[in-house]
């Protein structure tokens, strides 16, 4: 497959001067999969994508999530440009997060990935309890590259 005919935006090869290669180990766009990858970007917008919310909104929401990873994720989704944070002059002092146009535009390609997942759940935990069963059962085995 040519991967430099992918994600060119509906432009064609010759209007676009260097592509992205998420598959060459110096390409930036790594780092945009590892905060797609992230469950708690996952969560978090689609949370976000139904209105602007605060902080402790979002961690009664996000069940498991901890003060400390809501906040650096939240951090991280700002920084990108995913998410921004309004302060209010209230006393006690508000923040609240909203979702941006960038990353709306993110989480749309991510309600098919959370509905994918909520769909097949069960059939992922059959298959893992079914290798974890073969695996113990058989002899240790050598994977040769």
Not at 31 to 53: H, S, Y
Not at 86 to 96: D, G, L, N
Request: with cysteine.
């Amino acid at each position: 497959m040519d991967r430099t005919l992918l994600g060119l935006g509906g432009k064609r090869p010759s209007e676009v001067d260097q592509l992205p290669d998420a598959y060459a180990s110096g390409c930036p766009t790594r780092q945009a999969l590892d905060r797609i990858a992230d469950k708690w970007t996952v969560l978090i917008l689609g949370l976000l994508e139904g209105g602007p919310m605060r902080f402790n909104q979002l961690r009664r929401e996000i069940e498991g999530i901890s003060q400390k990873m809501l906040s650096q994720t939240l951090k991280s989704l700002e920084r990108d440009g995913l998410v921004s944070r309004k302060v209010f002059a209230t006393v006690p002092v508000t923040v609240e997060y909203a979702i941006t146009p960038l990353g709306a535009t993110l989480a749309e390609t991510l309600v098919p990935l959370r509905i994918w997942a909520e769909t097949h759940i069960a059939q992922l935990l059959e298959s893992r309890a079914a290798y974890d069963r073969d695996e113990s059962d058989a002899p240790a085995r050598l994977d040769v590259a």
